[in-house]
């Protein structure tokens, strides 16, 4: 499985930006699909994940009401919608894709392959 992340780049605070993961090499639709970004000095965190029907997501706190996880499975491509961006904000993003039972009511649990990351800079 390959996960090829794109859409980052420089946005003002309160604008916007959509981030999107293209899968290839396996069957899309097997996989909950997640995004987490990773500051400087900070460690890795989650953002938000989808389940493998698009039906369920799920948010960290800090970006509930700003950020839309959604997947379109006859494309093999996630997408993250950030809306309302803040410095706090700026990260390297990553798609994360994983296999394992997730009711999308928390965090994804696990993850079994990993994008390459893409820069998001939010300016105030």
């Known amino acids: 499985v390959q996960l090829q992340a794109s859409g980052g780049g420089l946005a003002q605070a309160g604008g916007s930006l959509r981030l999107s993961c293209a899968f290839a090499g396996g069957t899309f639709s097997n996989y909950n699909m997640g995004w987490f970004r990773q500051a400087p000095g900070k460690e890795r965190e989650f953002v938000a994940a989808i389940t493998r029907d698009g039906v369920r997501t799920y948010y960290v706190d800090s970006v509930k009401g700003r950020f839309a996880v959604t997947r379109d499975n006859a494309k093999n491509t996630v997408y993250l919608q950030m809306n309302s961006l803040r410095p706090e904000d700026t990260a390297v993003y990553y798609c994360?894709?994983?296999?394992?039972?997730?009711?999308?009511?928390?965090?994804?649990?696990?993850?079994?392959?990993w994008g390459q990351g893409t820069q998001v800079t939010v300016s105030s």
């Open positions: 994360a894709a994983d296999q394992l039972y997730y009711d999308g009511k928390t965090y994804l649990p696990s993850v079994d392959y």
